[in-house]
């Protein structure tokens, strides 16, 4: 298997290739929370987790929602 490294919140972070946002989120155990994503600048529609593959280099944002009051 392949070995892809992608940034995550400015850090490098490596996982086995091939690699979909959706099962990324899976790994970090943040699927189903409310969350954006932005991959290297563009924010990425949770419509398109499942469809949009990562590659080597890639640099993610990941913002969870925090409720409050």
Same mark, same amino acid.
Request: glycine residues 12%.
């Given at each position: 298997? =392949?070995?892809? %490294?992608?940034?995550? /919140? /400015? =850090?490098? &972070? *490596? @996982? %086995?290739?091939?690699? !979909? +946002?959706? *099962? +990324?989120?899976? %790994?970090?155990?943040?699927?189903?929370? *409310?969350?954006? $994503? =932005? +991959? !290297? /600048? %563009?924010? $990425?529609? *949770?419509?398109? @987790?499942? =469809? #949009?593959?990562?590659? !080597?280099?890639? &640099?993610?944002?990941? $913002? #969870?929602? $925090?409720?409050?009051?």
């Amino acid at each position: 298997m =392949e070995n892809l %490294e992608i940034w995550i /919140g /400015g =850090e490098p &972070k *490596r @996982f %086995e290739a091939p690699l !979909n +946002l959706s *099962r +990324l989120l899976s %790994e970090l155990s943040l699927a189903g929370r *409310r969350i954006a $994503v =932005e +991959l !290297n /600048g %563009e924010i $990425v529609p *949770r419509s398109r @987790f499942d =469809e #949009t593959l990562l590659a !080597n280099g890639d &640099k993610l944002e990941i $913002v #969870t929602a $925090v409720g409050g009051g």
